[in-house]
């Protein structure tokens, strides 16, 4: 008997408390996946579901079983991650990325901590946008990155989602600087300077949904990435930029003021994410050092959105 797949269609049907969804989840039929389950009740001598013509429940022995059943994929994934690595030649190579807007202390905390537990794999660190690293997942050319959300995070498994609040990066002669917190309806009148759509297109929708809903409409909407090209649209367009205080804090140059956002309306929300099935213990070591990072560096703090962090079918907020 193949144990690991059976035990994938036991935790599908725990999960999905229904035969028909879990057969789609699993990519085959009902009848095979009913008869895959009845065989690992057989093998292990206890009824793992109760089944009506109406819904499937576990049982108190399914219920026991169930976790002890997830931690065997997990190690089963692991090792078939191992085995990949190994088999490609790529055994001591880590192929990582990070969005740009993390600062320069949270790379180089991360760097340490990955080195510092990890030390025979070189890591190959890139810059490269969300969108760009849902891309290169699906082209397996990349390991592990920290994505923006909302996202879509089909195929990936992922950490723990982490916050960083945003506040926003004034003109210093803008009128909201004389408060030490500013809101967004207060920004009415200046440009808003936004990475391009294309970096993460759920996550711009989405702050210009809440900019709307917070009473801000930005008339125009200028697009940059790198910082010293943002403080120029800012400081010669009367625009504003959104950036956590990490990033843009301490380093505004002449002219410029950072001031945060009332309430927090606003806030970046990253978690690691991997290839399903492929978290070896270079990933998790990986996931490891960017939580450590974010949180002594960069002020991030767990965060359960409220909202789904998968790509919604459509924006919201219309230009």
């Not at 009848?31 to 576990?58: G, H, K, M, N, Y």
């Not at 090792?79 to 993390?102: F, H, M, N, W, Y």
Request: proline share 6%; with cysteine; aromatic share 6%.
């Amino acid at each position: 008997m193949d144990l690991i797949r059976h035990l994938e269609c036991f935790v599908a049907v725990a999960e999905e408390s229904h035969f028909g969804r879990a057969a789609v989840r699993l990519h085959m039929a009902q009848p095979p996946l009913s008869q895959r389950i009845q065989r690992l009740e057989r093998e292990l001598e206890v009824r793992l579901f109760d089944r009506t013509s109406r819904q499937v429940a576990l049982t108190k022995a399914g219920m026991l079983l169930l976790p002890e059943a997830r931690a065997l994929l997990t190690r089963a994934a692991t090792l078939r991650a191992a085995a990949r690595r190994i088999r490609g030649g790529e055994s001591g190579l880590l192929r990582a990325a990070l969005p740009a807007d993390i600062a320069s202390a949270t790379v180089a905390a991360l760097m340490d901590a990955f080195q510092e537990n990890c030390a025979t794999v070189e890591l190959e660190l890139q810059e490269l946008s969300t969108g760009e690293q849902l891309d290169r997942f699906a082209a397996q050319e990349l390991d592990v990155g920290l994505v923006h959300h909302p996202c879509d995070v089909t195929g990936l498994e992922l950490g723990p989602v982490l916050r960083r609040d945003l506040g926003v990066l004034l003109p210093g002669n803008a009128p909201a600087t004389e408060h030490r917190e500013v809101t967004l309806a207060s920004l009415n009148g200046h440009e808003l300077v936004l990475f391009p759509r294309a970096v993460s297109p759920a996550l711009y929708d989405d702050v210009l949904t809440t900019c709307a809903r917070g009473g801000y409409t930005p008339p125009a909407i200028r697009h940059g990435r790198g910082d010293s090209f943002v403080r120029g649209l800012v400081l010669s367009a009367s625009a504003v930029a959104f950036a956590p205080r990490d990033a843009w804090g301490d380093t505004t140059g002449p002219g410029l003021v950072w001031r945060p956002l009332a309430g927090a309306p606003l806030a970046w929300r990253h978690s690691i994410a991997w290839p399903h099935g492929h978290g070896d213990a270079a990933v998790r070591a990986f996931a490891d050092a960017a939580e450590h990072a974010l949180r002594t560096t960069a002020d991030a703090r767990p965060d359960a959105p409220a909202r789904t962090t998968h790509l919604r079918p459509a924006a919201e907020y219309w230009l």
